[in-house]
């Protein structure tokens, strides 16, 4: 469907994607410090190292007390060197002074990543996962990070102040590549307090450790949650910020009574991939997702709800017979990933129906009017995820889109493009 209108390139700009936040952060030089279980000795003793002054000797140590660390391929947990060269410790293997809630670094999650002043506040929850050593010619190849929760949306990465070069953190989204070099941030700190350099991405982010030129390079990783899903405060859009761009523009569509008169169906593919998966214990179905939407996928939600407007979340697909569709739950495709002549659907408006069964489920995108990245690619990116720092076998991430139930019926626009809403019985 072809139209448009002067409020599209408002919104849109407004969609800018953030896909991750870093920096460094001051600590105390205790919370450096570091237990782990000798396994060199006998009897595998507690040993105790500070990782703000430690030396070459110390490090080789603690190198010598980790096990080599797998990434997953496919449904494998695989030791291959080719493609990740590291050293790991579980959790229960060391303790840590470091705690992260006393520095500033969750708040600037929250307000980088998570609700960007949006009127729905969700706490964040950090959960550690791992220590890892990347000493020199460490790596890790391309791959995304497997969710291990429906309420996981990214990975936080603190980067201890060893000496080393490398092991530059390359992130990567939709062709546009981003570098966090901990160790040249590290490098520049003049201050004698110790500091950390930190990174927190979104989990479906590819991203790549180069190689280690010299050092080792020392990191400790969590898992990032979504917490306290029902937590709500007033709706607050301020005059200035993405949030109100969307908002406004969205009005400006509803006070202009020619653009869609009778109504019609808007669409967002959203700027975030999301695990989605059908019976399995990790990842959401589509229906489950509104309240873990990310970053921009949020702030339009949030703008929806506070007009009024109806949405729904879809997975886009283009079947082999060259139709192009949407979906409220992922299809499974065949071997080559396409799809039968078996999944023709049909649109009924709002309240879609399937052809076979009479349930709702799909319909046909035809008549969406796209504001925002019409699909070009098939709802599911992969039906396992390739590379990972765990296996899976639960979930794929899936391309997901917005569609607005564009009325006017219960919404009346006020002076200057207000909105008030009536009720309905």
Not at 133 to 138: A, S
Not at 218 to 247: C, E, R, W
Not at 351 to 380: C, E, F, H, S, Y
Request: aromatic share 10%; glycine share 8%.
């Amino acid at each position: 469907m072809s139209a448009t209108h002067p409020a599209f390139d408002q919104i849109r700009s407004a969609l800018i994607k953030e896909s991750y936040t870093s920096g460094t952060c001051q600590i105390d030089m205790e919370q450096c410090g570091l237990y782990y279980r000798d396994r060199t000795a006998d009897d595998a003793s507690l040993f105790y190292l500070n990782l703000a002054s430690a030396t070459d000797d110390d490090l080789s140590h603690l190198i010598s007390s980790c096990d080599a660390a797998p990434f997953g391929r496919g449904t494998e947990t695989v030791m291959d060197a080719t493609y990740r060269k590291a050293h790991k410790l579980d959790v229960s293997q060391f303790g840590m002074a470091f705690d992260l809630a006393s520095t500033p670094i969750l708040n600037k999650i929250s307000q980088d990543l998570v609700d960007m002043k949006v009127s729905v506040k969700r706490a964040v929850r950090a959960e550690r996962y791992k220590l890892n050593v990347y000493d020199k010619g460490g790596f890790f190849k391309a791959h995304q990070d497997t969710p291990r929760a429906e309420n996981m949306f990214g990975s936080l990465v603190i980067v201890f102040p060893t000496p080393h070069e490398g092991g530059t953190l390359i992130l990567r989204d939709e062709g546009v590549e981003w570098s966090f070099d901990a160790a040249q941030l590290l490098a520049s700190v003049t201050s004698e307090t110790p500091n950390v350099a930190y990174v927190a991405f979104y989990s479906d982010l590819e991203h790549e450790v180069m190689p280690v030129v010299s050092g080792s390079r020392v990191t400790l990783t969590y898992n990032l949650y979504f917490d306290n899903m029902a937590t709500v405060v007033a709706p607050v859009f301020t005059s200035q910020g993405k949030d109100h761009a969307i908002k406004d523009g969205l009005q400006q569509l509803l006070a202009d009574t020619t653009f869609l008169p009778n109504g019609g169906l808007l669409g967002f593919t959203l700027s975030h991939s999301y695990p989605l998966r059908h019976d399995a214990p990790v990842g959401y179905t589509v229906s489950e997702l509104l309240p873990y939407l990310k970053g921009s996928d949020a702030l339009i939600y949030s703008a929806c709800r506070e007009l009024g407007l109806e949405v729904q979340l879809n997975v886009h697909y283009t079947a082999d017979n060259g139709g192009t569709y949407l979906s409220t739950t992922p299809i499974d495709d065949d071997d080559e990933g396409e799809y039968s002549d078996d999944d023709v659907f049909i649109e009924c408006a709002f309240g879609w129906r399937d052809q076979d069964d009479g349930q709702p489920r799909k319909v046909v995108d035809a008549g969406v009017l796209w504001v925002a990245d019409r699909p070009t690619n098939n709802g599911v990116k992969s039906r396992f995820m390739i590379y990972g720092n765990q296996h899976s076998i639960t979930f794929a991430y899936g391309i997901v889109c917005l569609i607005i139930n564009f009325r006017r019926s219960s919404i009346d626009v006020g002076e200057g493009g207000a909105m008030e809403t009536e009720d309905e019985e």
